[in-house]
């Protein structure tokens, strides 16, 4: 083989086809097209997600078997680019564990960084968020719905929505941060009084996740009587809702590439 060099882009995952394309794709041909001397290769690390769908024909690895085929194939140098949001649990465990165990399997194995992972990452991802955002009125708002985590000790989750909430009051950038996480903090009661405290009479909602999947289409903008959009509505507040994922911004695409340019630089 003439190319001994691989990037995997390694998601959750998605059983949403748009988001599949346009969310996780975005992201990934972002990376081809900043990266063309290595060969790309996609991997995805839900279990419940890759069988839902093989069901339906469409086959995706998990990250350990994109890797053996690259250790067979004969590549020598393999970067891992994980799409995570967030340095959590999900990319401890099923990513950063990789380099170790992989190490002898190539001459050079990177791992670069979810989308933040540092203290200069907050201020340049909330300013591209931010940035997809269309043009206000003085009394409309916006209302993102991140993942989050019961996990109190997790360094990064709950310390990062309340770190982003205090970077766009400072922007003076009319967003409330929340997480669809009962557990983790700020919740959506903590969101609904925060709306009652602005007084915003129209409310734009967009999923503070890479990608729009079950929790976006569901959690904040289903029609059940337990959705972010439900209960926002019943406050006498109109919505609209986004259901795009951050991984379609070219902004956002942008800081995967410089993430991959960092680990190289490395």
Request: overall charge negative; charged content about 25%; proline content about 3%.
């Amino acid at each position: 083989m003439d190319n001994k060099k691989a990037m995997v882009v390694i998601s959750f995952g998605s059983t949403f086809d748009e988001t599949r394309t346009h969310d996780i794709g975005g992201i990934e041909q972002a990376l081809a097209a900043a990266f063309p001397a290595y060969d790309h290769f996609r991997a995805f690390t839900s279990v419940i997600i890759r069988k839902r769908l093989a069901e339906r024909g469409i086959k995706i690895y998990d990250t350990e078997t994109v890797l053996k085929q690259l250790q067979e194939k004969g590549y020598e140098e393999v970067i891992l680019q994980p799409t995570h949001l967030l340095h959590g649990e999900e990319f401890e465990q099923k990513v950063l564990s990789l380099q170790e165990k992989y190490a002898h399997a190539f001459k050079k194995i990177r791992i670069s960084h979810p989308l933040i992972d540092s203290d200069d990452d907050f201020s340049l991802a909330a300013s591209a968020i931010a940035a997809q955002v269309p043009t206000l009125a003085d009394d409309e708002g916006v209302v993102f719905m991140g993942h989050g985590t019961p996990r109190n000790n997790n360094k990064a989750h709950g310390y990062t929505y309340v770190k982003l909430q205090e970077i766009f009051d400072k922007l003076g950038f009319p967003a409330i941060v929340g997480t669809v996480e009962e557990a983790d903090t700020p919740n959506l009661e903590a969101v609904l009084e925060k709306l009652k405290e602005r007084g915003y009479k129209h409310v734009h909602m967009y999923p503070l996740m890479v990608v729009a999947g079950d929790h976006a289409n569901n959690d904040m903008y289903g029609d059940e009587d337990d959705s972010w959009k439900t209960q926002i509505e019943a406050l006498g507040i109109k919505t609209t809702g986004h259901l795009c994922g951050l991984g379609r911004a070219k902004s956002i695409q942008a800081l995967y590439v410089q993430h991959v340019l960092r680990a190289l630089s490395i």
